[in-house]
């Protein structure tokens, strides 16, 4: 990166060193665009000076992992073990439940046994619930948070 682009960014700006070259960088070396961005983020959306030019990095990767463990929880309750009867009665419960009560496996295992023993038949079905979608519920929170201020 240049040294006098970056020293006219940190004269025009009073930003350090590290936020000149990251700005700079970003925009690929055009000073305009990245002294707008600069004073946008200073502004408290995003780069908050310092050190801190992380930040975004960090939010972003913490939003994937929020959506990566949404998307497994979704997973989770919209499989189904469904258990038929004999008089082809279904009965539906999420395979969040079963994992739930994992520390007393050797009971559902002893239920399960008991019930395949009586005739039911046990499966596993993909049946996702258009009621129930995490993905819309947090995207709900996070714009209710940002109508108040608050951010997330």
Known sequence: MNMQLID?????????????????????????????????????????????????????????????FLRVLQKLIDVKVVITDSNERTFKVPVLV???????????????????????KISFQDMPDPNLNLNSVMDNIRNKMNDNGTGL
């Open 98 to 120: 079963p994992l739930v009560l994992f520390p007393v496996w050797y009971a559902l295992i002893i239920v399960a046994i008991i019930l395949y023993c009586m005739g039911f």
């Open 8 to 68: 006219e960014f940190r004269r025009r700006t009073h930003s350090s060193y590290d936020e000149a070259r990251y700005y700079l960088e970003r925009y690929n070396g055009d000073l305009l665009e990245a002294i707008i961005a600069f004073e946008k983020d200073r502004s408290g959306k995003g780069y908050a000076g310092g050190h801190n030019h992380y930040r975004g990095r960090c939010n972003g990767t913490f939003n994937r992992l929020v959506r990566g």
